[in-house]
């Protein structure tokens, strides 16, 4: 599986649409999210494109998210963000710096504004996830 780490090495060497094709050859890994998943519960609000996340655990507790869009582009920053958080326990998810982590990446100069607009939102539904989940296991 590659890493964040190994694709921010990869990203750093590359240059303008190589950057994209990177991006977009990123979006092609992620696990392939069944059609009837993407319903309006796992639509991501103020995308450009649609972007469908879709949480689920793990038997050893942790998050697995399945995600999907309809642009390629679109797809490759869902990867990207998904290596930050993907397969990590509620805990680690909540208190994971994620947009810290994506800085080394320049998404925001990269890529148009309609590309990046829906970011925070991604993140956002990842990080509620995340803190939903830590609050029921709080509960027990």
């Keep these: 599986m590659t890493t964040l780490q190994q694709v921010q090495d990869d990203y750093e060497l590359l240059e303008g649409d190589e950057r994209y094709r990177l991006l977009i050859d990123l979006g092609r890994t992620l ?10 519960a796992t639509l991501v609000r103020g995308c ?9 655990r793990r038997a050893d507790g942790a998050l697995h998210f399945l995600a999907d869009s309809n642009a390629a582009i679109t797809k490759g920053i869902i ?26 990446f320049d998404l925001k100069r990269q890529l148009s504004s309609n590309r ?20 029921g296991e709080g509960a027990k």
């Design 31 to 40: 696990e392939p999210m069944p059609d009837a998943l993407k319903t309006d």
């Design 116 to 135: 990046t607009q829906g970011l925070p939102n991604m993140i956002a539904l990842i990080r509620e996830t995340a803190t939903r989940l830590l609050a």
């Design 79 to 104: 990867a990207l963000v998904l290596l930050t958080v993907q397969d990590r326990t509620p805990a680690q998810v909540a208190a994971f710096d994620i947009e810290g982590a994506l800085v080394p």
């Design 48 to 56: 450009s494109a649609a972007v469908w996340v879709y949480p689920t």
